[in-house]
C-alpha cells in the first residue's frame, strides 16, 4: 500500500466531516501553521491503538468465554463438531472465532459511525465531528485488521491438524481459506467465499480513502457508499456459518436484532442525508433521466423500509434461520465442514 504524502490543504477540507465538506482538498493552497494536514494511511494508523487494543481486550474476553464453554460441553460448536471437545487441542480455532466476533463488532461500530456521519447524528454527542470521523476511519482499519487474524488463525489451525509435510500443509491451508471456492465441503461452500467476498471488499472500498484526491471526491463517495455491502456479507457468513448461533436461540436472535439500528440509521441516512444534495427532491425532474434517477432513488428508501420491517418480524418470531438442536444421541451427524 502507497502512502500519499501529505499535501497541503485547507483544514476545514481535511477535518470537516464528509457531510459538510466532501473531505477531499477543493481548494489548493499553502498549509498555514497549526492547521492539520490531511490524513493519511501512516497517521490513522498511528491513531488505530487505542481502539485496536480495546478490541484485542475484547477479543481475548470472547475467547476465555468460548474457550469455558467448550471444557464445560456447554458450547454448541461442540454439538456441531464433537471432534472440537478438546479445547487445548483446537484452541486456535476458538481464537479465530473470538477474533471472527471482535471484527463483526467492530464493522457494526464503523457502520454506525459512518452512517452519523453521513446522516442525521445527535446533537449532543460527546466527540466532534473531526473526531467521529477519525474514529470512523480507525475502526474501519482494525475491522480489516481483525478479519485478517480471524481467517489466519483459521488458516493456521488447518495446519496444526493436516499431517503433510509443512510446506504442503501451508498451501492447503491457504488454498482453503483465501481462496474463493478452495473449501470445498458442507456449508463452508458457500459461507467461507461469503467471508472472503467481505473481507476483499473491504480492503479497497475502505482505504480507497487515502487515495481519494487521486481518483476524485465523487468516484471516492460512490465507492464508498458500497461498503455496506460488506458489512451485509460479514453478517451473513456469520449467520451461515458460526457454531455458536448456529442452533436457534436467543443469542442468534440477539445477532439478529443488532441489525436493526444498522437498517433504521440507513434509512435515516437516506430520509434525512447530511449532503443537501442528496436528498430525494418531492417530485421528479423533467427529463426521463431524472425521472428514472428519481424512482430508483425512492425505490432505494422504500427496499430500506421494507428490510427494517423484515428485521423486526423475525426478532419479534423468533424465526431466524437458526437450526433445531439435534437430541444428544443425533449430535455427531453435524455437516458444518
Ligand atoms: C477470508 C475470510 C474468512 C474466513 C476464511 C472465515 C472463516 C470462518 C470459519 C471457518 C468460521 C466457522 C467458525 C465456527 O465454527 O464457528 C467462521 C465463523 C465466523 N466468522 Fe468468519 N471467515 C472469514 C471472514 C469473516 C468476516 C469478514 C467476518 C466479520 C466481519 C467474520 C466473522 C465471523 C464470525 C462472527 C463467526 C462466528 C464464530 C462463532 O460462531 O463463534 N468472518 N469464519
Given at each position: 500500500?502507497?502512502?500519499?504524502?501529505?499535501?497541503?490543504?485547507?483544514?476545514?477540507?481535511?477535518?470537516?466531516?464528509?457531510?459538510?465538506?466532501?473531505?477531499?482538498?477543493?481548494?489548493?493552497?499553502?498549509?498555514?501553521?497549526?492547521?492539520?494536514?490531511?490524513?493519511?494511511?501512516?497517521?490513522?494508523?498511528?491513531?488505530?491503538?487505542p481502539d485496536g487494543l480495546v478490541a484485542l481486550v475484547i477479543t481475548a474476553a470472547v475467547f476465555v468465554?468460548?474457550?469455558?464453554?467448550?471444557?464445560?460441553?456447554?458450547?454448541?460448536?461442540?454439538?456441531?463438531?464433537?471432534?472440537?471437545?478438546?479445547?487445548?487441542?483446537?484452541?486456535?480455532?476458538?481464537?479465530?472465532?473470538?477474533?471472527?466476533?471482535s471484527?463483526?463488532?467492530?464493522?457494526?461500530?464503523?457502520?454506525?459511525?459512518?452512517?452519523?456521519?453521513?446522516?442525521?447524528?445527535?446533537?449532543?454527542?460527546?466527540?466532534?465531528?473531526?473526531?467521529?470521523?477519525?474514529?470512523?476511519?480507525?475502526?474501519?482499519?482494525?475491522?480489516?485488521?481483525?478479519?485478517?487474524?480471524?481467517?489466519?488463525?483459521?488458516?493456521?489451525?488447518?495446519?496444526?491438524?493436516?499431517?503433510?509435510?509443512?510446506?504442503?500443509?501451508?498451501?492447503?491451508?491457504?488454498?482453503?481459506?483465501?481462496?474463493?471456492?478452495?473449501?470445498?465441503?458442507?456449508?463452508?461452500?458457500?459461507?467461507?467465499?461469503?467471508?472472503?467476498?467481505?473481507?476483499?471488499?473491504?480492503?479497497?472500498?475502505?482505504?480507497?480513502?487515502?487515495?481519494?484526491?487521486?481518483?476524485?471526491?465523487?468516484?471516492?463517495?460512490?465507492?464508498?457508499?458500497?461498503?455496506?455491502?460488506?458489512?451485509?456479507?460479514?453478517?451473513?457468513?456469520?449467520?451461515?456459518?458460526?457454531?455458536?448461533?448456529?442452533?436457534?436461540?436467543?443469542?442468534?436472535?440477539?445477532?439478529?436484532?443488532?441489525?436493526?439500528?444498522?437498517?433504521?440509521?440507513?434509512?435515516?441516512?437516506?430520509?434525512?442525508?447530511?449532503?443537501?444534495?442528496?436528498?430525494?427532491?418531492?417530485?421528479?425532474?423533467?427529463?426521463?433521466?431524472?425521472?428514472?434517477?428519481?424512482?430508483?432513488?425512492?425505490?432505494?428508501?422504500?427496499?430500506?423500509?421494507?428490510?427494517?420491517?423484515?428485521?423486526?418480524?423475525?426478532?419479534?418470531?423468533?424465526?431466524?434461520?437458526?437450526?433445531?438442536?439435534?437430541?444428544?444421541?443425533?449430535?455427531?451427524?453435524?455437516?458444518?465442514?
Open positions: 500500500m502507497t502512502n500519499p504524502p501529505p499535501a497541503p490543504e485547507p483544514a476545514a477540507a481535511a477535518e470537516a466531516p464528509e457531510s459538510t465538506a466532501s473531505g477531499d482538498p477543493q481548494v489548493p493552497g499553502p498549509r498555514r501553521a497549526g492547521e492539520p494536514r490531511r490524513p493519511t494511511l501512516r497517521s490513522d494508523l498511528r491513531a488505530s491503538w468465554l468460548l474457550y469455558i464453554r467448550i471444557r464445560n460441553k456447554t458450547s454448541s460448536t461442540v454439538t456441531v463438531m464433537p471432534f472440537m471437545a478438546d479445547a487445548g487441542g483446537f484452541w486456535m480455532y476458538f481464537l479465530s472465532q473470538a477474533f471472527g466476533w471484527a463483526l463488532l467492530w464493522a457494526w461500530g464503523t457502520v454506525v459511525l459512518g452512517l452519523m456521519l453521513s446522516g442525521p447524528r445527535p446533537s449532543r454527542l460527546p466527540l466532534s465531528g473531526p473526531r467521529l470521523e477519525r474514529l470512523h476511519r480507525t475502526t474501519s482499519l482494525n475491522t480489516i485488521a481483525l478479519i485478517a487474524a480471524h481467517a489466519l488463525l483459521f488458516a493456521a489451525e488447518l495446519v496444526r491438524h493436516d499431517t503433510a509435510t509443512w510446506n504442503s500443509a501451508v498451501a492447503t491451508a491457504f488454498v482453503e481459506a483465501f481462496v474463493p471456492g478452495g473449501y470445498d465441503s458442507g456449508t463452508g461452500r458457500i459461507a467461507i467465499p461469503v467471508g472472503q467476498a467481505a473481507l476483499y471488499l473491504a480492503i479497497p472500498l475502505g482505504l480507497l480513502f487515502y487515495v481519494r484526491h487521486r481518483i476524485g471526491p465523487k468516484t471516492w463517495r460512490v465507492l464508498h457508499r458500497c461498503v455496506i455491502v460488506v458489512y451485509v456479507l460479514s453478517v451473513w457468513h456469520t449467520l451461515l456459518y458460526g457454531t455458536n448461533v448456529w442452533y436457534d436461540g436467543w443469542f442468534r436472535t440477539s445477532v439478529w436484532l443488532l441489525q436493526i439500528p444498522i437498517a433504521a440509521l440507513l434509512l435515516l441516512r437516506l430520509l434525512r442525508p447530511a449532503r443537501r444534495s442528496e436528498k430525494l427532491p418531492g417530485r421528479p425532474g423533467e427529463t426521463a433521466k431524472a425521472r428514472t434517477g428519481w424512482a430508483l432513488r425512492l425505490g432505494g428508501r422504500l427496499a430500506v423500509v421494507a428490510i427494517v420491517v423484515a428485521l423486526v418480524a423475525v426478532v419479534a418470531s423468533g424465526r431466524d434461520g437458526g437450526r433445531s438442536v439435534p437430541p444428544d444421541d443425533t449430535s455427531s451427524t453435524h455437516n458444518h465442514d
